[in-house]
């Protein structure tokens, strides 16, 4: 996902983690459910295991949707690493959760052995990542690059209380620590007492006699217990849990198509996850009924491949809506759609669904993927409701109470045909485009798919030199938001 480097970090990046923190100021979106076993070495979404084990909760950051890593994902962690430190973070045959934080751009939590064992933070100006390490890491591995090493009798007041490594105490620094650098903070026998930010460099370090060398940085503790397990373990480990949010969302279709005997039922299907999830629950609960795809023009081939692939292992139909033409012509007008400016979803969506119902079945019942931990306004809707772009759908979420694990979980226990998407860093399925993908994600886009992104690129040019608009208002994003712009309210779908 970008060219990766390590050099000194801009200054408006250097504070601590939880001054940052509560800058973005993380928002609870439902109860965070995220535990572990150490006995399976494996997440579980409830206090007991299957195994009978007892779990403990992980401390992650709100709003606590942790998901599966990847190989695609852990090969990049372990590469930002190891290019840092000298080691990879993930031990091979060992369970990676990724947890996205509040950020400028893209943060993540690494979750391993059921703490957090460190972070990676992307920034788009100089298109590198950054990792973030955690004391816990040095349970996984022991770090050969970027270290300082203090002596005894300055261990208690940075392990203890926090206070910054200064010029008298320290034995050893690494001589590839750069200032701006993270590192990692040791005692003479190699134990991590904490880690923080090098405010000097190696060689300037070494000539100083007092004055500070790293500013260490105060985490919440974290418990890393090292164990190989597989994500079929994890399956295993959750039985209960599946089979009970299973049955409930089973009975919530059947419930409500019960009480709307007239309206057709269908599935929303956008080929991303939580409409896979969807869909697996509703055949369950009613039977085969038709898949209802917004296909925007803007999607991803893998998705149409998904589309295909689902439709045709399930025996399901597929009724596609064509929002390509109306997108182009809005954008003629208006400009690309903007994280504040999400026109796009009622143009390619919204209107063109209204439309296919009325033709298909005058009113109808949609079964969407919505889940109140994708953001506030999820977390605030209710579990059916009309839309009031589209009023002649009646939608219900089936799985609004589940987490992004609930879903993976789920998903991985019925061996379901998820988008191939999902394992080269894309956490969320949509139109290749989307404003509100961060650039972390642009950037993998740009590079991974160079013909759709240059084709996006050369229709934003048109605008931008119709505008008389800077060349960084594409180069760094700028189009994803506008100065002045107000979102379509209910422009979820």
């Given amino acids: 996902m970008g060219p990766l480097s390590c050099g000194p970090v801009p200054s408006l990046f ?30 579980v979404l409830s206090k007991l295991c299957a195994c009978g084990a007892a779990t403990r909760e992980v401390p992650v950051t709100p709003p606590g949707d942790a998901r599966p890593a ?32 509040p950020d400028n751009d893209r943060m993540e939590e690494v979750i391993i052995g059921g703490g957090v064992a460190g972070i ?29 090493t203090v002596s005894d009798d300055a261990v208690p007041f940075i392990r203890d209380q926090g206070m910054s490594v200064l010029a008298p105490g320290v034995v050893h620094i690494d001589e590839n620590v750069r200032a701006g650098d993270e590192v990692f903070i040791l005692a003479p026998d190699r134990t991590c007492i904490g880690v ?9 370090a070494r000539e100083m006699k007092k004055g500070s060398i790293v500013r260490t940085r105060r985490n919440i503790a974290s418990q890393v217990v090292p164990g190989a397990a597989s994500w079929d373990d994890a399956v295993r480990a959750n039985a209960d849990v599946l089979v009970r949010v299973e049955g409930e969302a089973v009975q919530f279709v059947m419930d409500v198509a019960n009480r709307n005997p007239g309206l057709q039922p269908n599935i929303s299907y956008s080929g991303g996850k939580d409409s896979l999830a969807t869909l697996l629950v509703v055949t369950k609960a009613v039977g085969n009924v038709p898949l ?28 596609r809506t064509d929002g390509i033409t109306t997108f182009w012509e809005t954008f003629a007008q208006q400009g690309p759609p903007a994280v504040n400016a999400r026109w796009c979803c009622r143009v390619c969506k919204l209107t063109p669904v ?29 579990r059916v409701w009309r839309n009031r772009n589209v009023t002649v ?59 759709l992104w240059q084709d996006w690129t050369g229709r934003l040019r048109q605008w931008q030199e119709a505008q008389g608009l800077t060349e960084t208002w594409i180069t760094e994003g ?16």
């Fill in 393 to 451: 759908q009646l939608s219900a979420a089936p799985i609004h109470n589940w987490t992004a694990l609930h879903v993976w979980l789920y998903i991985f226990r019925e061996h379901a045909p998820y988008n191939v998407l999902y394992g080269r860093h894309l956490d969320r399925i949509g139109c290749f485009m989307c404003p509100s993908s961060d650039m972390a994600l642009i950037h993998m886009i740009e590079e991974e798919y160079p013909d």
């Fill in 120 to 148: 990676i933070r992307y920034f788009p100006h100089e298109r590198r990542w950054e990792p973030v390490p955690r004391p816990e890491a040095c349970n996984l591995f022991s770090p050969t690059k970027r270290f300082i």
């Fill in 292 to 319: 209802l795809f917004a296909d925007t023009g803007l999607e991803f081939p893998e998705t149409y491949e998904n589309i295909d692939t689902v439709a045709e292992k399930y025996g399901l139909e597929v009724l």
């Fill in 354 to 382: 209204g439309n296919i119902i009325r033709e298909q079945w005058g009113e109808c019942l949609s079964f969407i993927g919505q889940r109140r931990y994708e953001s506030a306004a999820r977390a605030q809707s209710e």
């Fill in 478 to 493: 700028g189009w994803r938001l506008r100065k002045e712009g107000k979102d379509d309210e209910d422009s979820h779908y």
């Fill in 196 to 204: 923080g930010r090098a405010k000097v460099d190696a060689a300037a």
């Fill in 14 to 43: 250097l504070f601590p983690q939880h001054e940052y923190m509560e800058q973005m100021r993380p928002t609870y979106l439902g109860k965070i459910l995220l535990r572990w076993c150490d006995t399976c070495h494996t997440p």
């Fill in 70 to 101: 990847f190989p695609a994902d852990i090969a990049l962690i372990n590469h930002i690493y190891k290019d840092h430190f000298g080691a990879p973070l993930i031990p091979e045959d060992h369970i990676a959760l990724l947890n996205k934080v």
